[in-house]
T-cell receptor
Framework: KAGVTQTPRYLIKTRGQQVTLSCSPI?????VSWYQQTPGQGLQFLFE???????NKGNFPGRFSGRQFSNSRSEMNVSTLELGDSALYLC?????????????FGEGSRLTVL | AQSVTQPDIHITVSEGASLELRCNYS??????LFWYVQSPGQGLQLLLK????DTLVQGIKGFEAEFKRSQSSFNLRKPSVHWSDAAEYFC???????????WGAGTKLIIKP
């Protein structure tokens, strides 16, 4: 069974630009969560989608948004990039909403903002 | 508010030595507890989980963890570490009926040859 696939793996943007990251969950998984990981802040929850609906949201500004498609694939978008948005963005999938905390992670998309 | 504390930011152990990584949680009810591992340049992988029952749980890669309700702890152990165990380890607890995970700050394990 293929794992969680995130694209692109690495990208470099400049301040003010916008970026879209993609996540394909494990086949059959309907829940997708997004996390931001930085050395200073650790793992921070962005949002969770289940059946195309955002079910949970972390404490991030409105520049961070996401969506989920009918095939459970998910995208997240960050607009008006700031230097502080440089991070590893991790996507995780699970069978159902939350699935009692058992998440399967992708390798992440490493974003550098210059 | 619920929280998870991993008091050690870094731990260095010699290859072949035993390991214990500490995790304390603050949660009113019986929690669901997890340990995840993140190897360099990788995503996170579930090592083990505790939901209920036997307080000593076995995981992958030879790891185990013990749930101690009286100490609000869920420490991760391994009797003999290998160089490939060098990674960052995260403890997490599920919060609420929506099963949102609360994460510890992580402990980076360094293995001395």
């Amino acid at each position: 069974k293929a794992g969680v696939t995130q694209t692109p793996r690495y990208l470099i943007k400049t301040r003010g630009q916008q970026v879209t990251l993609s996540c394909s969950p494990i086949s059959g998984h309907r829940s997708v969560s997004w996390y931001q990981q930085t050395p200073g802040q650790g793992l921070q929850f962005l949002f969770e989608y289940f059946s195309e609906t955002q079910r949970n949201k972390g404490n991030f500004p409105g520049r961070f948004s996401g969506r989920q498609f009918s095939n459970s694939r998910s995208e997240m978008n960050v607009s008006t990039l700031e230097l502080g948005d440089s991070a590893l963005y991790l996507c995780a999938s699970s069978l159902g909403q939350g699935s009692t905390g058992e998440l399967f992670f992708g390798e992440g998309s490493r974003l550098t903002v210059l | 508010a619920q929280s998870v504390t991993q008091p050690d930011i870094h731990i260095t152990v010699s290859e072949g030595a035993s390991l214990e990584l500490r995790c304390n949680y603050s949660y009113g009810a019986t929690p669901y507890l997890f340990w995840y591992v993140q190897s360099p340049g990788q995503g996170l992988q579930l090592l083990l989980k505790y939901f209920s029952g036997d307080t000593l749980v076995q995981g992958i890669k030879g790891f185990e963890a013990e749930f101690k309700r009286s100490q609000s702890s869920f420490n991760l152990r391994k009797p003999s570490v290998h160089w490939s165990d060098a990674a960052e380890y995260f403890c997490a607890v599920v919060r609420g009926s929506n099963y949102q995970l609360i994460w510890g700050a992580g402990t980076k394990l360094i293995i001395k040859p």
